[in-house]
């Protein structure tokens, strides 16, 4: 207890350490304070100075050495110093001001002529459609204010009476008599007395004198007249006897509907039901919370969230969960749309919560669909993103590639963009439908070239054309470098410019080659390597050269979809798909893994689909619906341009390249060969085809006949023995009579066979 | 039969008809005037400019009905009676 104390005494006297100091033999004790180290130097002069021992002295000096290590400042700034000190770093105020956003004075609706009108639009065609639908149940109405009518006739003269004869008054009146209080009584019937006279002397000229005046005024009046006033008398009657639970108009012309308001606090617990362990742990109670680093506001027709995720977790944790966190906003799915903001940091996540599904929100018309003409070389459009602005998608320089599985709208998406090419009048259109529904019909007038259906003729044809359009590639390149040669500036990128294009001499216009169901193409027992090896080199080399290639498909997979084809496809918009693969194998590897994922859309998200290459980052399309009665509409107006444009050709003139006799290459082949050859080269073979059918294969080189023989299967890389024109002999390319034999005899036993 | 019960039934109807009329007397004019000052309000002494004022009615001439008073009892005794069990 004591010796409590004296701490306590000790501490309490801490301030006039220096007094006691002074004292003598009383230093030992104050020494042992422990503030006193803080100025331990200043101390031991101190203490020296009253003459101390030299033994406590040194036990002073080694305590110092002792914190002097803890403190060292040089080995401090080596170990541990990681963050820099908060002042003087960071970018400056000039350079925040340069990169600040900087927001727009007039919203858009009010700043852009075309919103304006819109908004116009809107506004006139909301109150046309209230004042119709009143005018539709005005008959309703005016029954309804009639049958009130003596309710209301009860109710003016019941008002009117109670008026004039102080109504009001009464219950003051019942109540001085309950309380037998005769003076107030009195005061009050007085006052009743000398109102009730001034309200008759007011109300009784009126009965007596106005109301047979009027009567007698308008029954004068022309029948129409009378009528008139008669039925407004009725209707006015009718309004005062109204039931305000009952009201003459029940409903409102336009019901819109109710959308909640997204808060923190919805957010918040959405993301807490994911169960995400990390945001668990800062949502729980000694958690730092999510960081909002914008405020919610309204965006388009939905709300928008900025959300600093925790460490951690990314935006693809919370994409793969759209489905749980739909639910935990008590959202329908299709209003759910978390996605990265490309500019920020991996953990920024950006909500956006649509008012109305997306699948069932309105989409305007299709830009194109009344008038106007499309450039390829420009962007086309082809819907709308989830927000409702337009996406639009530059097909020149280009190639695409759909997937998706069947009946989610893949070619519905499809015709959009080649309704958009056909309306550029220039564009030469190669169309193959190989499922045979006639989906693509309507552009049948329209295309060089047209398929449908999914036997092996259409397929051939397919085949047929994508060669065709390989040599044109050739011609294309070299006019391409013959026009570099001559004028650098016409051709600056080496690549179709728009002024190349439209130069009708030079054979550069853009060529658009579109096949639906492509993978009836590439898997084709038959034509599907040359097919994929002809796409293949299409899509690598025409992109410069004003080529499109436009691939639909609803399969994707290795055998269907050649990886030189789904490897080099620049524009990919996937609709709903089944799995990882399917989606990574039209989007590009491991976009599954980035989030991006076409698995997650649901079937009634028609026309919905992850849209890849088009911009930065992916984004989410619905693309325009156009039925067909529309499709056709365009495509009469694009025939008409072309027909003005003289660029109508092929199968649109009526000239059936289609339906060309089969390839019998084969067959010919062998026919020339004489009864002893065994053995050819091909340079011998191609020189005495040409000279046969001229009109067929009078362009064949050696190199091309060894192309077209590979897809029948021939073995054209055997080393043959032969003599040249100047009667040597040497070993050449050729082929062996004996491969060609059974290739034939095949062909001929599959033609009986099928 | 109808010599015999028709002196009672007018009685009957005479009863009925005062009772309403003093219902109704009770309603309209819940005050009558004062019985001892004859609705002035003021008694005169003996001498003839000399008045005080009526300690029945408080001087205002009006003495409450004795019907509205008997109806006033029983409906402040109910009034108070809900109000205690509330
Ligand atoms: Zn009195």
Redesign the interface.
């Known amino acids: 207890m004591i010796n409590q104390h004296s701490e306590h005494h000790d501490h309490e006297y801490d301030d006039h350490r220096d007094e006691q100091r002074a004292e003598p033999g009383e230093h030992a004790r104050v020494y042992e304070f422990p503030s006193k180290r803080e100025d331990s130097t200043q101390d031991k002069t101190d203490y020296e100075r009253n003459g101390g021992t030299a033994e406590s002295a040194e036990r002073d000096t080694a305590g110092e050495v002792l914190e002097g290590e803890l403190v060292d400042e040089d080995e401090q700034n080596i170990t541990s110093q990681v963050d820099p000190p908060e002042s003087g770093r960071g970018p400056s105020f000039w350079e925040r001001l340069n990169q600040a956003e900087r927001r727009a004075i007039l919203p858009t609706w009010l700043s852009s002529r075309n919103q304006l009108s819109q908004a116009a639009k809107w506004a006139g065609g909301h109150y046309a459609h209230a004042a119709g639908y009143h005018a539709a149940r005005c008959p309703v109405y005016a029954a309804k204010l009639a049958s009130q009518a003596p309710r209301g006739t009860a109710r003016i003269i019941s008002g009117t009476a109670r008026w004039v004869f102080d109504a009001e008054g009464q219950p003051l009146r019942?109540a001085a008599?309950?309380r037998?209080d005769?003076?107030e009584?009195?005061r009050l019937t007085t006052q009743r007395d000398a109102r009730v006279r001034t309200r008759l002397a007011l109300t009784l000229p009126v009965l007596l004198g106005g109301l047979p005046l009027t009567v007698f005024l308008v029954t004068g009046l022309p029948m129409l007249l009378t009528g008139a006033v008669m039925a407004g008398l009725v209707l006015a009657l009718g309004a005062a006897g109204g039931h305000r639970d009952k009201p003459v108009v029940p409903g409102r012309a336009v019901v819109s509907t109710q959308v909640a308001k997204l808060t923190s606090d919805i957010v918040e617990r959405a993301l807490a039901s994911l169960g995400i362990a990390e945001i668990n742990k800062v949502m729980g109670p000694r958690g730092s919370g999510i960081a909002f680093p914008k405020p919610i506001t309204r965006d388009g027709p939905g709300w928008r969230a900025d959300i600093d995720l925790p460490h951690g977790v990314t935006v693809p944790d919370i994409v793969e969960r759209r489905e749980k966190l739909a639910s935990g906003l008590r959202r329908p799915l299709g209003c759910v749309w978390p996605e990265s903001d490309g500019t920020e940091h991996a953990g920024r996540l950006v909500l956006w919560v649509g008012d109305q599904d997306m699948a069932q929100a309105k989409q305007p018309a299709w830009p194109l669909l009344k008038k106007g003409t499309a450039d390829l070389f420009q962007p086309v459009p082809f819907g709308t993103d989830q927000r409702g602005r337009p996406v639009a998608i530059t097909l020149m320089y280009a190639n695409l590639l759909i997937g998706a599985m069947p009946g989610v709208g893949k070619t519905f998406a499809l015709r959009v963009l080649l309704l958009a090419a056909a309306l550029d009048a220039r564009a030469e259109m190669r169309i193959f439908e190989l499922k045979g529904t006639g989906d693509l019909e309507s552009l049948e007038k329209v295309a060089h070239h047209y398929g449908s259906g999914p036997d092996d003729g259409t397929v051939e044809a397919t085949l047929e054309s994508l060669r065709e359009v390989y040599q044109d590639l050739e011609k294309r390149a070299a006019t391409i470098t013959r026009l570099a040669r001559e004028n650098k500036a016409l051709v600056p990128e080496n690549k179709v410019t728009p002024e190349l294009a439209a130069r009708s001499d030079l054979g550069l216009h853009p060529l658009v080659v579109a096949v639906d169901e492509c993978q009836e193409l590439f898997s084709h027992p038959e034509f599907g390597k040359e097919a994929g090896e002809l796409a293949t080199a299409i899509i690598k080399r025409g992109r410069a050269l004003g080529v499109i290639l436009i691939l639909a498909t609803q399969r994707p997979d290795k055998d269907s979809l050649p990886t030189g084809v789904s490897a080099n496809v620049g524009i990919r918009f996937c609709l709903r798909v089944m799995g990882q693969m399917e989606n990574d194998m039209v989007l590009g590897t491991s976009m599954y893994k980035n989030g991006v994922r076409a698995s997650t859309f649901t079937a009634k998200d028609k026309g919905i689909g992850y849209l890849v290459g088009n911009a930065d980052d992916p984004q989410i399309a619905r693309s325009a619906y156009v039925d067909n009665p529309a499709a056709d509409a365009i495509t009469d107006r694009a025939r008409a341009a072309r027909h003005a444009a003289g660029t109508l050709s092929g199968h649109a003139l009526g000239q059936t390249t289609t339906d060309r006799k089969p390839d019998t290459l084969p067959e010919d082949l062998l026919s020339l060969l004489g009864p002893d050859e065994d053995k050819v080269w091909t340079e011998t073979a191609a020189t005495r085809l040409a000279q046969t059918w001229p009109e067929t294969y009078g362009s064949y080189t050696a190199d091309q006949l060894t192309a077209a023989l590979k897809p029948h299967g021939i073995k054209t890389n055997r080393q043959v023995w032969g003599t040249d024109e100047h009667g040597h002999g040497r070993n050449r390319r050729g082929f062996h009579r004996a491969d060609l034999a059974k290739i034939v005899a095949e062909r001929n036993r599959k033609r009986e066979a099928g | 039969m109808t010599p015999t019960l028709s002196p009672l039934a007018t009685l009957a109807i005479a009863a009925l008809v005062i009772t309403l009329g003093y219902f109704a007397t009770c309603v309209i004019w819940p005050f009558k005037p004062c019985k001892t000052c004859h609705g002035t309000g003021k008694r005169h002494a003996r001498i003839v400019t000399a008045f005080r004022l009526c300690t029945r009615c408080q001087g205002t001439g009006r003495r409450i009905r004795i019907g509205r008073h008997l109806y006033n009892r029983t409906t402040s005794h109910r009034r108070r009676r809900r109000t205690r069990h509330r």
């Open positions: 019942s008599a309950r037998e005769a003076a009584y009195l």
